[in-house]
Each structure stands twice: as structure tokens, then as C-alpha cells.
């Protein structure tokens, strides 16, 4: 079989699935917008610890906000509407999927990377909440525009079906979605990106036990009770460092990212405040690049694992970042 293919998309590489999918989206519509952009306007950076949902039976531990919300989060910033739709079954999904590609449509999915072969072996875990953008189909074979790689790939039928319809938490259920109204405008509203940066201080300052500093304090209170020689501890530390650092570009790579766009929205807006935080953030980030370094020694057992170390250093950055989004909030 042979559908047509989108000869006009540029691929282009992202630090982050969703946010690399949405601005690629929207720059194959027309709309010039960066990665950072498209993050901080739709008020990504989060953090959050939600030990009532399970991976692999440990704890939900997130630093952005949940799936589709950043592509969701552009519609009223940007004035554009998205449509999704997910399926019954992988049959309903691909033919869908194939009579969009035949309109010529570039077409974004969620998906599991653990059935993704063209991850390697070693970066395939059961995450059912990675983004990436169809643009054709040759015979038998999608082609792939995936922005954690820096070059388009190709997936065969069988097994994006598979990772489309993956089961588990946050299952995509075959999930896809096109842009169905283009910008208003022609570039990002200042009064937009204040709201969206006043939005994120709330989020990071709520007075909810699980978001926000506070989730992160109480991170630190479970993994201070953890006991040093128990593998359990080991695994939970391990499990941390992999939610931080892996899924999704993880704690760091979010604080160099909303960095970024701190700095996009100093010019934007007109406020040297706004490039003088991103600074700030840049170094919070390398608090938590730091942390996942100490962490990942201690389970390799370069280092004797210390639970209430880890703790303080949580603690550490919780309070970098109160402080960071208290003084945020007055600069907005």
C-alpha cells in the first residue's frame, strides 16, 4: 500500500515528546513557534508526587503536567483548536490514521515507547504517554517524526498498532489528534505569556500535599524513611532517578527548558526580570542534574546509600524553588 506522503514537513529534534510534537505541529502550520515556547505558554512545568498511581508498583512521580495538557494548554493562549480521537480498536485506529495521512494531514499519536522498536533496547520501558507526528505511510512502514531522535524514523503497521493500543497506565487507546484551526494571530501575545508564567507559580506554590515544593517535601519525608540496606529502598531511589531523568526529559532537562523560555519571554514581554529568573532556574536545574548524579552512584554502590542524604537534598531543592517562584510571581 502507498499513501501519500506529507513531502513538506521538516523534522526537527526537541528535548521533550509532547512539547516538540505541539511546536512541530504548529510550525508545519505556519506558526513560528520554539519548543521552550510551547512549553511555558501552556504552563508545563509542574512537579508532582502521586503515590495512589503505580508504575511497575512505584509511585507516579511527575515534573510536568499531565499528558495532552501541553497541547490541550496552547488552544486558548494561541486561539487554535485541536482534535482528538481515540479508538475501540487497533483496526479503527490505523484506518483512521491512514485516511488522515491520505489527506495529506501530519498527524500526532500517543503511544508506548516500549513497543517502539526503533528505541534501543535499553531506553524501552512500559511508558504509555510518549508523543510523536505521522507524516506518511510507504508499503508497509509509517514514517515517523519523533523528536527525542534527531532523525525521522520508520515504524512498521504492526507495531505502532501495538504501541498506539499498549494497555497499563495512562493507555492511549489509540490516540490521535490533528490541528484543526490554525493561529489568529501571526506571534505570541505578551499578556499570554504573563498569565501562563503567573499560572506555573500557582501550580509550584498550591497548598496541595502532592504538588508543587510541598509534593517534593513529601518525597523527601518517604524517602527518608526508607531504610539504607533494604533492596526495596534501592528500588524506589532507582525508580526516582528514572522519573527524573528519563521519562519525558525529567527534572532537570523541564527547569533548562522552562529556562529557556523564561528567556523567549523577556523579550516577548519586555521584562529583564524574566531572563534574569531563567539564571536562576538554570541553576536549580543543575541542583537536580546534581541530586540524580549522587543517586544513581549510591545505586551503583560507588557510593553507601544514605536515604536521609537524598532526603536533605530534595528538601534542598524544594526550598530553591519556593523561593524561586515566590520572587516569579512578584516579577509577573
Request: aromatic content about 10%.
Amino acid at each position: 500500500m502507498q499513501t501519500k506522503n506529507n513531502t513538506e514537513f521538516v523534522h526537527q529534534h526537541a528535548g521533550h515528546c509532547e512539547s516538540g510534537v505541539a511546536s512541530g505541529l504548529l510550525r508545519h502550520h505556519g506558526f513560528p513557534i520554539t519548543e521552550s515556547m510551547a512549553f511555558g505558554l501552556s504552563s508545563g512545568l509542574t512537579f508532582a508526587y502521586l503515590p495512589f498511581i503505580k508504575l511497575s508498583g512505584l509511585p507516579l512521580i511527575a515534573y510536568r503536567s499531565p499528558p495532552k495538557s501541553l497541547i490541550k494548554g496552547l488552544s486558548k493562549p494561541l486561539g487554535v483548536t485541536f482534535q482528538f480521537e481515540t479508538f475501540s480498536s487497533p483496526d479503527k485506529g490505523q484506518a483512521r490514521l491512514d485516511e488522515l495521512l491520505a489527506q495529506g494531514q501530519v498527524v500526532g499519536l500517543q503511544t508506548s515507547v516500549y513497543w517502539l522498536p526503533y528505541f534501543p533496547p535499553e531506553m524501552r520501558f512500559h511508558f504509555n504517554a510518549h508523543n510523536l507526528l505521522v507524516y506518511g505511510k510507504e508499503d508497509n512502514d509509517y514514517l515517523i517524526s519523533d523528536p527525542v531522535f534527531e532523525a525521522p524514523m520508520r515504524c512498521a503497521t504492526a507495531d505502532l498498532n501495538r504501541s498506539r493500543f499498549a494497555k497499563g497506565v495512562l493507555a492511549p487507546k489509540g490516540l490521535l489528534y490533528t490541528l484543526k484551526t490554525q493561529p489568529q494571530q501571526s506571534e505570541v501575545n505578551p499578556l499570554a505569556v504573563n498569565k501562563a508564567i503567573a499560572k506555573t507559580c500557582r501550580s509550584m506554590l498550591a497548598p496541595v500535599p502532592i504538588a508543587g515544593v510541598r509534593g517534593m517535601r513529601l518525597l523527601a519525608k518517604k524517602i527518608e524513611s526508607l531504610p539504607n540496606a533494604a533492596p526495596k529502598s534501592a528500588a524506589f531511589v532507582g525508580h526516582l532517578v528514572r522519573m527524573q531523568e528519563e521519562i519525558g526529559t525529567g527534572g532537570a532537562g523541564f527547569r533548562f527548558i522552562y529556562a529557556s523560555f523564561l528567556q523567549e519571554a523577556a523579550d516577548c514581554v519586555g521584562k529583564k526580570s524574566y531572563a534574569d529568573a531563567a539564571e536562576q532556574l538554570i541553576e536549580i536545574g543543575d541542583g537536580w542534574r546534581a541530586m540524580a548524579l549522587t543517586t544513581a552512584r549510591m545505586i551503583k554502590a560507588r557510593e553507601p546509600m544514605d536515604a536521609k542524604h537524598l532526603a536533605h537534598l530534595l528538601r534542598n531543592q524544594a526550598d530553591a524553588e519556593e523561593a524561586f517562584f515566590k520572587s516569579l510571581a512578584k516579577a509577573v
